[in-house]
């Protein structure tokens, strides 16, 4: 993956955890692979959370492990592993991972919506 403002601000952000003062938080971690591989054809291994404040994981994007319903493609080939949690008990559903600045884009705007959603 080329190397770019948004890639740039995403690994930057790696290891940040953010408390709102309802007591929600979230965490960010994302780090370069040595190399991009099937799975993470971007090169970048990424787990950015929200949580409530009973610590659960109620928000989710990652590519740490291929969602349940992905998990062999064509011919038995593994597919991306990128996806989402959508709340707490979902085990992953698809994402469509196009850059960084999207995954970030995508994370922010719906952890605005979930906490709108609290008021």
Known sequence: MARNKGLDTLLSLDGLTFVYPNKYWYKIEAYLLDEPSKER???????????????????GMDNKHVPPNRRRGFHGQLVEYDHTHNDAYDKGSPYSFVDAETLVKDFFERV???????E
Request: net charge negative; aromatic share 8%; glycine share 4%.
């Open 41 to 59: 054809p971007h090169g970048i291994r990424y787990n950015l959370t929200l949580h409530d404040n009973h610590n659960t994981r109620i928000f």
């Open 112 to 118: 605005d919506q979930i906490l709108a959603e609290l």
